[in-house]
Antibody, heavy 121, light 109 residues
Framework: QVQLQESGPGLVKPSGTLSLTCAVS?????????WSWVRQPPGKGLEWIGE???????NYKLSLSGRVTISVDKSKNQFSLNLYSVTAADTAVYYC??????????????WGQGTLVSVSS | EIVLTQSPGTLSLSPGERATLSCRAS???????LAWYQQKPGQAPRLLIY???SRATGIPDRFSGSGSGTDFTLTISRLEPEDFAVYYC??????????FGQGTKLEIK
């Protein structure tokens, strides 16, 4: 059973960098899957941020692409998110998730529990 | 970017009743690329339906999905107490991008 666990600071100052790591257990990050970050502002809906493959290939949401970097560390079986120049609008629960392909359907089949990151001075 | 609009925003029903949730896309979506998730308070979303109509592993058969093109539906045939939650539709498009609807809250009447 694949498990994902987010970790990182729960508070980031405005204009700073939000950095989170997702540790993967019960499976290899080098499997032929894509690994994503999804966020959810308090009381609001889900927003996909971007994804990475173990090869290092990435895809980002266009509106965030200038502020976000996702990287992978195969030796530690984990991947990371860096979001730069944050504002209060970036306050959200951040989830890491695995994208699996089910009969040609790409979906998020495993999720971390989520971690709340607040942007405040 | 394709926009997914879910309706209604809130649906108030009683256990045992039938729930019908709608997801409308701003452009045609491949049925293969439409999924539904359930989210309960304080929990991560859970995959319910993929490919518009296929149930994920372990999902009860009272959940069913249908639709094509721009109109998709999630139906819960007989509501159980544990079904009251928020439901999201999600599509995958090109360039690689995932988009979610804004969610439908299913609450106990």
């Amino acid at each position: 059973q694949v498990q994902l666990q987010e970790s990182g600071p729960g508070l980031v100052k405005p204009s700073g960098t939000l950095s989170l790591t997702c540790a993967v257990s019960g499976g290899s990050i080098s499997s032929d899957k894509w690994w994503s970050w999804v966020r959810q502002p308090p009381g609001k809906g889900l927003e996909w941020i971007g994804e990475i493959h173990h090869s290092g290939s990435t895809n980002y949401k266009l509106s965030l692409s200038g502020r976000v970097t996702i990287s992978v560390d195969k030796s530690k079986n984990q991947f990371s998110l860096n979001l730069y120049s944050v504002t209060a609008a970036d306050t959200a629960v951040y989830y890491c998730a695995r994208a699996g392909w089910y009969s040609s359907s790409p979906v998020f089949d495993y999720w971390g529990q989520g971690t709340l990151v607040s942007v405040s001075s | 970017e394709i926009v997914l609009t879910q309706s209604p925003g809130t649906l108030s029903l009683s256990p045992g009743e039938r729930a019908t949730l709608s997801c409308r896309a701003s452009q045609s979506v491949s049925s293969s690329y439409l999924a539904w998730y359930q989210q309960k308070p304080g929990q991560a979303p859970r995959l319910l339906i993929y490919g518009a109509s296929s149930r994920a592993t372990g999902i009860p058969d009272r959940f069913s999905g249908s639709g094509s093109g721009t109109d998709f539906t999630l139906t819960i045939s007989r509501l159980e107490p544990e079904d009251f939650a928020v439901y999201y539709c999600q599509q995958y498009g090109s360039p690689p991008v995932y988009t979610f609807g804004q969610g439908t809250k299913l609450e106990i009447k």
